[in-house]
């Protein structure tokens, strides 16, 4: 005997707005999906840690990139895909399901490092303007939408009736995903705030002038300033406090941390942080520098100490 499935209680479930994306992989490195605990979901300080996923990280498939602020998200639904000939209709697959949003007044580098996300195999959750995070679940874990088509277009020049603007469009690689999905709220978060939900910058260390005491390092972003890119952005000592620094041996992985605050000091003249600690590193071994600053993806040159 076949028995028709129930449709179910209806809990008017009706999101606000999307206000942001928040991009991953769509699998890590052990090949499983990507996901987060529904009670880790209801918390700012568990995705923040998504976000600070630093290159030096053991396992960055984890990461979680967060978009600027999107502005009118709009679902586009294909219809569905059937054979109909000489009377035979016969449904064949679900239809398309895209959806495309605006971004306004982006900085040219921050549309590059969006585009650079076309190549990955990649998924996506979504975060409304009441600060819910939307994704699939399977009663356990929240699961990202898996998206393919990712697409973005070239930062757009600002003219004289309107801003620079640039559209986002992707495709829900499987739009049946849709009917499991919930909203998880994020405990004291804003949507809207940068300050909650950020983007890493990347951040390039100059290694110099190593020995068994530690080094110097220059730290730069990157991401300068188009309206004065001569002028370099540096990483002060207000933002790297010795509790950051990392050196890990590449020889056997072993970690080598600082004593004290006055382990560390940073010249506002040179721009040179300069790590001095009696017998910190080995004589002969070649580290990897990690400093561990929220909000910025530092990659540091090797320390080989003479």
């Known amino acids: 005997m076949t028995n028709l499935s129930n449709v179910g209680y209806n809990w008017k479930f009706t999101p606000e707005e999307i206000r942001r994306f928040l991009f991953c992989l769509t699998l890590k490195d052990d090949a499983s999906a990507?996901?987060?605990?529904?009670?880790?979901?209801?918390?700012?300080?568990?995705?923040q840690t998504l976000f600070n996923t630093y290159n030096f990280a053991d396992d960055t498939s984890i990461k979680v990139v967060c978009s600027p602020i999107v502005y009118g998200v709009t679902p586009e639904r294909g219809e569905?895909?059937?054979?109909?000939?000489?009377?035979?209709?016969?449904?064949?697959?679900?239809?398309?399901?895209?959806?495309?949003?605006?971004?306004?007044?982006?900085?040219?580098?921050?549309?590059?490092?969006?585009?650079?996300?076309?190549?990955?195999?990649?998924?996506?959750?979504?975060?409304?303007?009441?600060?819910?995070?939307?994704?699939?679940?399977?009663?356990?874990?929240?699961?990202?939408?898996?998206?393919?088509?990712?697409?973005?277009?070239?930062?757009?020049?600002?003219?004289?009736?309107?801003?620079?603007?640039?559209?986002?469009?992707?495709?829900?690689?499987?739009?049946?995903?849709?009917?499991?999905?919930?909203?998880?709220?994020?405990?004291?978060?804003?949507?809207?705030?940068?300050?909650?939900?950020?983007?890493?910058?990347?951040?390039?260390?100059?290694?110099?002038?190593?020995?068994?005491?530690?080094?110097?390092?220059?730290?730069?972003?990157?991401?300068?300033?188009?309206?004065?890119?001569?002028?370099?952005?540096?990483l002060t000592g207000d933002h790297v406090t010795y509790d950051l620094v990392t050196f890990t041996d590449q020889a056997d992985d072993s970690d080598e941390v600082l004593a004290a605050a006055g382990s560390i000091s940073y010249s506002a003249a040179t721009h040179l942080h300069t790590i001095n600690e009696a017998a910190l590193l080995t004589t002969g071994h070649t580290y990897t520098l990690k400093i561990a600053v929220s909000g910025y993806d530092i990659t540091c040159g090797d320390v080989v100490v003479p």
């Open 80 to 234: 569905d895909k059937v054979f109909d000939e000489n009377n035979y209709f016969r449904k064949l697959a679900d239809g398309d399901y895209d959806v495309s949003a605006m971004l306004y007044d982006l900085a040219p580098k921050q549309v590059a490092g969006l585009k650079a996300l076309q190549d990955y195999s990649i998924s996506v959750y979504l975060i409304t303007a009441a600060t819910q995070v939307l994704g699939v679940s399977d009663g356990t874990n929240l699961t990202p939408f898996k998206i393919q088509n990712l697409t973005v277009q070239d930062y757009g020049i600002t003219s004289s009736e309107g801003v620079s603007q640039v559209i986002l469009k992707f495709r829900l690689k499987n739009p049946n995903e849709l009917n499991d999905m919930v909203a998880i709220t994020v405990a004291d978060a804003d949507a809207t705030s940068d300050v909650d939900f950020f983007p890493l910058r990347n951040v390039t260390g100059a290694v110099a002038s190593p020995a068994v005491t530690g080094c110097t390092v220059g730290l730069t972003l990157d991401n300068v300033d188009p309206n004065n890119p001569a002028t370099a952005i540096y």
């Open 34 to 47: 990507n996901s987060v605990t529904l009670a880790n979901a209801a918390l700012l300080n568990a995705w």
